[in-house]
């Protein structure tokens, strides 16, 4: 199972939007409504931001929203922020009923 | 309140054998998967594997598969991941989580902190 495309990095101003693309195929991303997305502080737990494409946990700002379209989910940040900056992971459900996670982004606020 | 708390970091030699643990508390442990997730040294995440403690089914990425196993007591509530003989390039943060999901285990809720497993000669 190869792991789903994410750019490297992305940047943004403070109050700017940004858009994480996560780019799979139809066996994974393009099949099912199971994209999520994880922030991840380096040193610190992974945190769930958005499951099942579009929905946020309680207690996640909603700053922060997803989509999907064909094979590419995307996570888009408005109003960023500077504790926003982190690692960006999406994560779908396969064919193979396992979960691939996205190579990652970099997000920094400049 | 769902806490996952991983056991301690561990060095070892190339070829040792290891168990790390996962302690679930704050919900039923026998009705969630449990997954775990690898982070190489300045790598991103990486899907190993996860079990129901229910009972005991698993599944594995490929990539894993027959190179570490998972298992979990419902008992008391704790998942392991084990190596019958490590490497140096299992050196990474692995981390526990809990897995939900709409009829599929499609994605973790709630995150242990990590457990550092170092393994140099």
């Known amino acids: 199972q190869s792991a789903l495309t994410q750019p490297a990095s992305v940047s943004g101003s403070p109050g700017q939007s940004i858009t994480i693309s996560c780019t799979g195929t139809?066996?994974?991303?393009?099949?099912?409504?199971?994209v999520s997305w994880y922030q991840h502080h380096p040193g610190k737990a992974p945190k769930l931001m958005i499951f099942?494409?579009?929905n946020r946990p309680s207690g996640v700002s909603n700053r922060f929203s997803g989509s999907k379209s064909g094979n590419t989910a995307s996570l888009t940040i408005s109003g960023l922020q500077a504790e926003d900056e982190a690692d960006y992971y999406c994560?779908?459900?396969?064919?193979?009923?396992?979960?691939?996670f996205g190579g990652g982004t970099k997000l920094t606020v400049l | 309140e769902v806490q996952l708390v991983q056991s301690g970091a561990e060095v070892k030699k190339p070829g040792e054998s290891l168990k790390i643990s996962c302690k679930g508390s704050?919900?039923?442990?026998?009705?969630?998967?449990i997954g775990w997730v690898r982070q190489m040294p300045g790598k991103g995440l990486e899907w190993m594997g996860i079990?129901?403690?229910?009972?005991?089914?698993?599944r594995y990425s490929p990539s894993f598969q027959g190179q570490v196993t998972i298992s979990a007591d419902m008992s008391i509530r704790t998942a392991y991941l084990q190596w019958s003989s490590l490497k140096a390039s299992d050196t990474a943060v692995y981390y526990c989580?809990?897995?939900?999901?709409?009829?599929?285990?499609?994605?973790?809720?709630?995150w242990g902190q990590g457990t550092l497993v170092t393994v140099s000669s």
């Open positions: 079990i129901y403690p229910g009972d005991s089914d698993s």
């Open positions: 139809s066996s994974d991303v393009g099949g099912y409504n199971y």
């Open positions: 994560s779908s459900y396969t064919t193979s009923s396992s979960l691939v």
């Open positions: 704050g919900y039923t442990f026998s009705t969630y998967w």
């Open positions: 099942d494409v579009s």
């Open positions: 989580a809990r897995v939900s999901g709409s009829g599929w285990p499609s994605y973790f809720d709630y």
